[in-house]
Structure formats: structure tokens, C-alpha cells
């Protein structure tokens, strides 16, 4: 089963010529999974190749404009598409009221939502079928804000056995020392890195992370591989902050707007 991460915006609040706010497009077998829709994001999924009606739900981490302002738009075009199917939306508290009241201007959808509202203060896990479970746990930022763990379900016994795979993804957070232990071992893990290192008042401030700070996470975690992105619009040059976080933790990358991670 195909199992891969593709990154659809890595920038932070401020989308640039060449990177758009935060979305990421989990791809498990024939199936998607959304985590957060910044503005632009359906034009993202069009243009690296997404598979629109093959989106099975869509987890939002925290209510802030670069997380969610472009629901509307890709809601809609789900519904122009012709969609039918119920779509599963795990959400933070507000976001349902939201979404709806900003729905109501326009044409009804031609699908149904179900939401589920986001309340854990420690992992929960909030999706199960026959070949993923998303586990959600809190992060540490301005407002209530969630991560989530993408595992593989365990294969049956007469089969080869193989590993489970999993992917974890932190948004907006600062460093938590708590939070290796939540992800331990999973083979990919994006991390926010909105800040340099030489910001790092400005990134406690702003509740969240530095390069270094993701790198920590990952070498406590002992992670396959850790992938930074949300990158505040200042930085033209990304290059320094990949060097900070390979120093610590060497299988770093850093995200671009399309690149794909297989998990």
C-alpha cells in the first residue's frame, strides 16, 4: 500500500511567490487525507496532482486564517465536482460554526459534512479504519492546537509482518518536552520551523519553533526522518535553517510547496 506525505504549502502566515501557507495531503492507498487548507490550497492540489474526489477527511490543527481560510473555496469545489459522499472534518472548537456560517452566503453543498470537534489534552486517537489510525495530541501554541500521528494498522499475522509505518505532523507549536515521547519512532515527522535560531525571544513570543527546536524534537524521538517547513515570509533563504537543524539531527529536509516524502 502506497503510503506518502505531500507538502502543498511550507510557508507561515504570509504566502510568497513561491510558497503558500500551511496544507499537507497524506496519500494512504487510493484514499487522501487533508491536514489543514490554507488559502490556495485547492489550486495546490490541482496542480501537484491530487486527486480531489479522493479526499476522505480533512484535519484542521487550530483556528488561525493560515490553517483554515481555504476551506470555503475547496468545499465548494468538491461540491461543484459533483461530490456525494460525507466528508469527515476533525476540527477545533469554533471552526464548525465558522466554516457553516461562512457557507450560508452561497450555493448549499451538494455532500454532507460530519464534524468532529477536537477536546484532547493528551493523545486520543480520532480516526481508525482497516489500514490507518490518526492519533491527535496537543500542541503548545497561542490557542488550542492540535497534531496528529498517521500509523499504519498492524497486518494480519499470515502475512509478512511488515513494520507499521506512521508520519507525524506539528503545526504551529512551540518546544515541547513532552512531545518525543508522543511521537517516538515514527518514520517521518514535519515540524514548524518558523524561526532562525537567532529568534529565538521572537519564537517563544510567538508560541512557536526554531530549527533547532524541531531538530531537538526529532533526536529525541528518534525519528526516521524530519522534514521543517512553515517558514516565515522573511527568510528568502532557507539554507540557514536547514544547517541549523542538520547539525543536530543530519536526515533533515527541508519542505517546498510540492515536494513528496514516501513513508
Not at 69 to 91: A, H, W
Not at 164 to 174: I, K, L, N, Q, V
Amino acid at each position: 500500500m502506497s503510503f506518502s506525505v505531500t507538502i502543498l504549502g511550507s510557508g507561515a502566515a504570509a504566502p510568497t511567490t513561491n510558497r503558500c501557507p500551511s496544507a499537507n495531503a497524506i496519500q494512504v492507498g487510493k484514499n487522501v487525507f487533508l491536514i489543514d487548507c490554507a488559502e490556495g490550497t485547492q489550486m495546490q492540489l490541482v496542480k501537484y496532482n491530487i486527486n480531489l474526489h479522493k479526499i476522505k477527511a480533512i484535519f484542521v490543527s487550530h483556528l488561525h486564517g493560515d490553517h483554515v481560510y481555504g476551506l470555503p473555496g475547496l468545499l465548494s469545489s468538491l461540491s461543484m465536482l459533483d461530490r456525494s459522499k460525507k466528508l469527515e472534518m476533525f476540527v477545533p472548537p469554533l471552526l464548525e460554526e465558522w466554516l457553516v456560517s461562512s457557507l450560508k452566503y452561497f450555493m448549499p453543498l451538494g455532500f454532507s459534512l460530519q464534524f468532529h470537534t477536537l477536546t484532547a489534552k493528551k493523545p486520543e486517537i480520532i480516526y481508525d479504519d482497516k489500514r490507518m489510525t490518526v492519533t491527535c495530541f496537543p500542541l503548545k501554541h497561542r490557542i488550542p492546537t492540535w497534531g496528529f500521528l498517521f500509523k499504519e494498522n498492524p497486518k494480519p499475522t499470515n502475512t509478512r509482518g511488515d513494520k507499521p509505518r506512521s508520519f507525524a505532523c506539528c503545526s504551529d507549536t512551540m518546544y515541547m518536552e513532552q512531545l518525543p515521547h508522543i511521537i517516538s519512532d515514527v518514520d517521518l515527522l514535519y515540524h514548524e520551523a518558523t524561526y532562525s535560531n537567532n529568534e529565538k525571544e521572537r519564537a517563544q513570543e510567538t508560541f512557536h519553533s526554531t530549527a533547532e527546536d524541531a531538530a531537538r524534537i526529532a533526536l529525541a524521538a528518534n525519528v526516521g526522518k524530519l522534514v521543517i517547513g512553515h517558514f516565515s515570509s522573511r527568510y528568502k533563504d532557507i539554507e540557514p535553517l536547514l544547517k541549523q537543524a542538520k547539525n543536530i539531527f543530519p536526515n533533515t529536509e527541508a519542505a517546498e510547496d510540492g515536494s513528496r516524502f514516501e513513508v
